[in-house]
């Protein structure tokens, strides 16, 4: 179904709906996928509804050979300088206590012991816990980020990146952004999967670059709940990418922010002289508290993009139970 207002076409979820066999509560309206500018006319809304899904906390690494072990007790930015170019700095379980932001080298991988096990914990104001600016080949994996709320800044911020790994990371409590790719510089060669960030002031994932050179964004099992919690915050998203072929598989957003806000928007064209390339969301679930206004599930701007498996419900009362509600 869709309809034109204002020079704007808007499609509603009551087709997605019915295509899916999702059912709506009762007396619920449909929520709208709505579009600055024109909506692809190749927008789909076909599959069923992706069942709710938990990442998977449970992991231990083992020290190999080259790589440097950092405990709470030591530096970590003196044991990160130390890492070898394709090595790894291992982090044991316990708190990893953090007043200044740790700078992300190149060529270097951070793994711990899990999220639930391995802390990195922000105990000053207005910095960015983990900081990568023009970084290349970084991965980052099991472990937590505890931002503690701590001002405006991000828990992970990014100035220029390329080929970034994050699994299986836990960012929460983040005074702005969970995830910012910052800047005019370009982010490419991005695959985020089984990650999950909860509790942010502003968006939970946030990318600028709007001259639209953002390139090969993968985004798999990823959770976002509560965003968009800091005062004042209007207008954030759960996931606000921007970037030509972007892959979503499976995504879970909890809607939980002011008003003006998104579960997704993502945007494929973001300047006058617009993105190339397409992109695909597989398997999307945004869940929106009922008592919020003004709140959108999706925005689509620009190119075709095709979703599947697909359900908005900007009705649901939080906390709540049910095949409708996350499950922590």
């Not at 019915?18 to 500018?37: K, M, N, R, W």
């Not at 005074?175 to 790719?181: A, D, L």
């Not at 697909?310 to 499950?327: I, K």
Request: net charge negative; aromatic share 8%.
């Amino acid at each position: 179904m869709s309809s034109r207002v204002g020079g704007r076409r808007r499609f509603l979820v009551l087709a997605a709906w019915s295509v899916l066999g999702c059912a709506a509560p009762d007396g619920e309206e449909p929520t709208e996928i709505e579009d600055v500018g024109e909506v692809s006319e190749r927008l789909t809304l076909v599959g069923t509804c992706p069942a709710w899904g938990n990442p998977n906390f449970a992991t231990s690494n083992a020290v190999q050979t080259g790589d440097v072990v950092a405990t709470p007790n030591d530096d970590l930015q003196a044991k990160l300088n130390l890492v070898p170019a394709g090595k790894r700095l291992v982090l044991t379980s316990g708190i990893f206590k953090r007043s200044t932001p740790l700078l992300l080298r190149s060529y270097t991988k951070i793994v711990g012991q899990g999220p639930t096990a391995t802390i990195i914990f922000a105990t000053g104001d207005d910095f960015s816990v983990l900081d990568g600016r023009d970084v290349d080949t970084v991965q980052l994996r099991d472990f937590q980020i505890n931002g503690d709320h701590n001002g405006v800044s991000h828990c992970v911020r990014f100035d220029g990146s390329d080929d970034i790994r994050i699994d299986n990371l836990h960012v929460r409590n983040c005074g702005h952004y969970g995830f910012g790719f910052q800047g005019d510089k370009v982010h490419q060669d991005l695959h985020m999967s089984n990650t999950w960030i909860s509790h942010t002031g502003g968006d939970g994932i946030d990318f600028k670059n709007r001259a639209c050179g953002n390139r090969n964004l993968v985004f798999n099992r990823v959770r976002i709940d509560y965003f968009g919690e800091g005062a004042g915050q209007h207008d954030q998203a759960g996931l606000d990418v921007r970037g030509a072929d972007t892959i979503i598989n499976d995504l879970w957003i909890v809607h939980q922010s002011e008003s003006d806000s998104y579960g997704l928007r993502f945007r494929q064209t973001d300047s006058t002289n617009g993105c190339a390339g397409g992109g695909s969301v597989n398997g999307l679930v945004v869940l929106a508290h009922a008592g919020l206004t003004g709140t959108r599930g999706v925005g689509l701007y620009g190119l075709p993009t095709t979703l599947n498996n697909f359900c908005v419900n900007s009705g649901v009362t939080l906390p709540c139970s049910g095949s409708q509600c996350p499950s922590f």
